[in-house]
């Protein structure tokens, strides 16, 4: 019995941190997968979905509507951004990066002005459950099976959906693409609405168990870099193994030294990955592939 | 080839095609500007000079990251985290040792070294694995965030190395500033008029030493592989082995920022490692103009001195207008504002010239 509480205990932690690095990743790896562009203004589509979701649900909203709303708020947020700045740098990746920073930081510190240090939280729902004596959040599942739904909502929308067959063309070959009729202007402004609002998603999720201030994109974002940077290019290539090894080393030091050792292990990992693997797991399965 | 020789030709370094400015005009207005800044103590009370030396502090972190980013090509975001971690060893180094014999010095030199060591580590793994320059950035960021982290949380009485207490968020302070054995008296560098002199002499040594550098065959290496690395690795160059080098020596002047920083204030902060910290010098160093070290030295001073006065009157939009001057600047004026001015400036007097002489 104590063997196998301790096993749901590692079980369970690896899950929620599987979730967490699936959740806050995914968005950044559409857009970085679509435009080889790494969006540092992250967090704060990641701020925005959690602060839209909590507002509406403050006035009523119950929380799945509220959460599906940070997450379009989120998205159309970002197909404003690309529409202003990020289409003229498509010929400067490296710039776009830089922009992007410039933005996370008139955002979170612009948040900070309109709307002071702190919001107040919504509060975990749904309790807790017992297993060999210890509690466990019951949200925490839900936010497992989110992760899981939202990987085959991607599938299901990259793979099934016109959108996300012309949304793959352009990857593979813009200008093709567009000689076959393919507004591909139309298709990068989408897949970067929906990046964010898969981010402004993640936020919403999260947001009922963490507390809201303007610096709490920074929170998510190392572990959306470490996962897309061991991922590579493709969602379900990449993010998603990436994810579930990463949760596994995550958890795995989370419960034996703490949070952090377990962040530290997420990075350390990272820059031996990257000397192995310079093209990230995607690169590593289709080499083998090949 | 003789000694007389080697020096003159170290010398001619100054001037060549990685930099700006050349002959006597340009010369004669860096000795103007010196001289400015050599009497400006004269002119000023001892406690606001110390309090200038601030700038000078921050920019051998510029310098550096110019080195890396603009010179080399390579996104080096987390620079910050040299900074902190040199800052803190100093902090650990001279708490632990005292500030006799000039033990602060050796501090200082061990700070650097160790920041140097680290950027080497971090180095060899970035860059002998060929991660390609978005994943370098996003690398580098993680790293100070994570420091950044690990050193919030040291705050209980365990983080302790020798006598220094680590202090956690609320960082750590009361480490001796630098001193200088002298017969009859150390000279111990409190902010005021003789801080200002080493510091403004240790800026001019770096700026001066870093354009022999980039002049040199090491930097046109290195400008070569910013232009394409195919092309220079074809050419027979080790692409990573020259990054490496250009990544180590630029950490190493965020090192040496980190502990000018920290003997300054007597104070280091986790913050100072955290995002908008680390957002700050990519800031100054695009404004400026990252490809030259004229404009970027330029360019973070004059940010620097706007995000001071930004802060004195209204301290929480100086992020807002920072944030803001950079997307300016990547939209307008990718290259830095400076240098798109300049070369706009000087091909208008051109065009003048050739339109007085025809």
């Known amino acids: ?290 | 080839m003789s000694s007389p020789n080697a020096f003159t030709s170290a010398f001619r370094l100054l001037e060549g095609p990685q930099t700006l400015g050349k002959g006597i005009g340009f010369w004669s207005g860096f000795v103007v500007v010196l001289a400015l800044a050599c009497i400006y103590p004269l002119f000023a009370d001892g406690y606001d000079v110390g309090n200038n030396v601030y700038f000078f502090n921050w920019a051998f972190m510029a310098l550096g990251l110019s080195l890396i980013w603009g010179y080399g090509g390579a996104l080096s975001f987390g620079q910050t985290a040299f900074f902190g971690v040199a800052g803190y060893a100093y902090g650990v180094l001279t708490i632990n040792l005292g500030d006799a014999y000039g033990l602060t010095l050796v501090s200082l030199l061990a700070a650097v070294g160790l920041s140097a060591l680290f950027a080497a580590v971090l180095g060899y793994f970035l860059f002998f694995g060929r991660i390609s320059g978005v994943f370098l950035g996003i690398v580098t960021l993680s790293v100070t965030l994570v420091l950044e982290r690990f050193m919030s949380q040291t705050a209980g009485p365990q983080w302790v190395i020798g006598s220094a207490r680590l202090n956690g968020f609320n960082g750590m302070g009361n480490m001796p500033s630098l001193t200088i054995p002298w017969p009859g008296g150390d000279v111990v560098l409190f902010p005021d008029v003789p801080l200002y002199y080493v510091t403004l002499a240790l800026l001019v040594i770096a700026y001066l030493a870093l354009r022999m550098l980039v002049n040199s065959r090491f930097g046109n290496v290195l400008v070569a592989i910013r232009e394409n690395p195919q092309r220079a690795e074809m050419l027979g160059y080790d692409v990573r082995k020259y990054q490496l080098i250009g990544f180590v020596i630029g950490s190493a002047l965020a090192g040496l920022s980190g502990v000018l920083y920290t003997a300054w204030g007597n104070y280091i902060t986790p913050s100072s490692m955290g995002m908008s910290a680390a957002a700050l010098p990519v800031v100054w160093v695009a404004v400026g103009g990252r490809s030259d070290l004229t404009t970027t030295l330029v360019g973070t001073l004059l940010v620097l001195a706007g995000f001071q006065a930004l802060t004195i009157y209204g301290s929480q939009y100086a992020l807002v207008v920072m944030g803001l001057l950079l997307v300016v600047t990547i939209l307008a004026a990718p290259s830095g504002i400076i240098i798109t001015v300049g070369s706009f400036v000087s091909k208008g007097l051109r065009r003048r010239l050739a339109r007085e002489t025809a």
């Open chain 1, 1 to 290: 019995m104590d063997f196998l509480s301790g096993l749901f205990a590692f079980l369970y932690q690896t899950g929620d941190a599987f979730a967490f690095l699936v959740l806050s990743a995914c968005g950044l790896a559409v857009i970085f997968g679509m435009m080889g562009v790494i969006n540092l203004a992250h967090g704060e589509f990641i701020l925005c979905g959690a602060y839209v979701s909590t507002t509406a649900a403050h006035l009523g909203l119950p929380l799945p509507f509220s959460i599906l709303l940070g997450g379009l708020v989120a998205g159309l947020v970002g197909m404003l951004l690309e529409r202003v700045v990020i289409r003229r740098l498509y010929a400067r990746p490296l710039d776009t990066i830089v922009v992007t920073w410039g933005i996370s930081m008139i955002a979170t510190q612009g948040t900070l002005i309109l709307l002071g240090p702190s919001m107040q939280s919504t509060g975990t729902p749904f309790g807790s459950f017992m297993v060999g004596g210890y509690g466990y959040s019951i949200y925490r599942l839900v936010l497992m099976a989110a992760a899981v739904a939202t990987l085959a909502l991607l599938w299901v929308i990259f793979t099934r959906t016109r959108f996300g067959v012309l949304a793959r063309a352009t990857i593979q070959v813009p200008h093709i693409a567009e000689a076959l009729g393919v507004d591909t202007s139309l298709i990068y402004m989408l897949t970067f609405g929906l990046g964010a609002a898969l981010a402004g998603l993640a936020g919403g999720l999260y947001a009922p168990t963490m507390t809201l201030v303007p610096t709490m994109g920074a929170t998510f974002v190392i572990e959306a870099f470490v996962t897309v940077v061991v991922g590579g290019a493709d969602i379900f290539l990449g993010t998603a193994p990436a994810a579930a090894i990463l949760a596994v080393v995550k958890a795995g030091l989370t419960s034996w030294q703490g949070q952090l050792a377990g962040q530290i292990g997420l990075l350390v990992a990272v820059v031996l990955v990257i000397r192995v693997l310079p093209r990230g797991l995607t690169g590593f399965i289709l080499r083998e592939r090949a």
